[in-house]
């Protein structure tokens, strides 16, 4: 019974039950899961943002949220939009322990400011780690987009300097950190009980990161947007319990799209190849979107475990 199931996550149970029912009818087995917030009483991935770059989509831009028994730990990416979900999802920036960027487009970090300024507003004391990659011609570094935003003289919002400007009195100070990824996963982050990883993702010339969390014995990967070349993602993923990929391209896809992102056929062998346990498609786009039997067919065609297709505010919980 456990075979061709689609996760259903509580969010979309709640409010399209019977659609979601007959639509699935007898071919696949609908987990259902109580009306809760998310991650309250264990670990769950919500994904705050489930869209690509476009605003047609009526999708946030892409950003993740691992909740830990009612508190959010970890927050990866923040995309346009996911700033208004963050706050909709119940979360506050005092409680996040790190934050995780894939990369610098704007559709992955565009609200980082909105969340920062949101942030000014609570009791937040402890430093914020912020890790993502180190910076080429096209993209700054991490410790750089930090800077141009918060700091002086220069920063474009150089009012809130006193996040990172040492010693400053009144403010948590934010601490950017330039990963130095390689083609093999490396420990990047550890407190008490969380470890996480990262490592080098193709995503034609803009430096990029996959990201691993680890916490409460379960593993939790994201792809970041990756076009899939080499062996990296698939050692990040290995026995994954839970593993967000980017579905931002049909089958067949050639050119600049292709030497950006993963078609289903290789999301599809990653997952298998990794032995994950649950698939999550993210980043939907106007160009993948209406074309989900499509893409779960090249997918299937590969990987056997359960697949759910995201939404903005679902909650995945990770068991
Ligand atoms: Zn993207």
């Not at 698939?234 to 931002?248: G, I, K, M, P, R």
């Not at 049909?250 to 032995?275: C, D, F, Q, W």
């Amino acid at each position: 019974m456990e075979t061709n199931s689609v996760l259903v996550p509580a969010r979309r149970l709640a409010g399209k039950a019977l659609l979601a029912l007959a639509f699935l009818f007898s071919m696949y087995e609908v987990s259902p899961l109580k009306a809760q917030s998310c991650g309250s009483t264990g670990l769950a991935v919500q994904v705050l943002g489930s869209g690509g770059p476009e605003l047609q989509d009526k999708r946030a831009s892409t950003s993740y949220l691992i909740w830990d028994h009612g508190t959010a730990r970890v927050l990866i990416d923040a995309g346009g939009g996911s700033a208004l979900r963050f706050g909709e999802s119940g979360a506050h920036m005092s409680q996040v322990d790190v934050v995780l960027f894939s990369h610098f487009h704007i559709d992955h970090s565009g609200d980082f400011p909105s969340l920062v300024f949101s942030s000014w507003f609570e009791d937040r004391k402890r430093p914020l780690p912020v890790y993502g990659p180190s910076g080429n011609d096209f993209m700054p570094s991490t410790t750089e987009f930090v800077r141009d935003l918060f700091s002086g003289p220069h920063g474009a919002w150089r009012y809130l300097s006193e996040l990172v400007e040492p010693g400053a009195q009144g403010s948590y100070t934010l601490e950017p950190y330039d990963v130095v990824a390689s083609s093999k996963p490396v420990l990047v982050f550890r407190n008490s009980d969380m470890v996480v990883y990262a490592v080098r993702v193709i995503h034609g010339g803009f430096p990029a990161l996959a990201w691993r969390v680890e916490m409460g014995g379960r593993r939790i990967v994201f792809s970041g947007d990756t076009n899939g070349e080499g062996d990296g993602l698939t050692q990040l993923a290995l026995n994954a319990d839970l593993f967000v990929a980017h579905n931002a391209v049909p089958e067949g896809a050639t050119g600049v799209e292709r030497r950006l992102h993963m078609p289903p056929s290789v999301i599809g062998m990653t997952a298998a190849n990794a032995h994950v346990k649950q698939l999550i498609l993210s980043h939907r786009m106007l160009r993948t979107l209406g074309r989900e039997n499509e893409t779960q067919t090249e997918i299937k065609l590969h990987f056997s475990g359960p697949i759910a297709f995201a939404n903005d505010l679902d909650c995945f919980p990770v068991r």
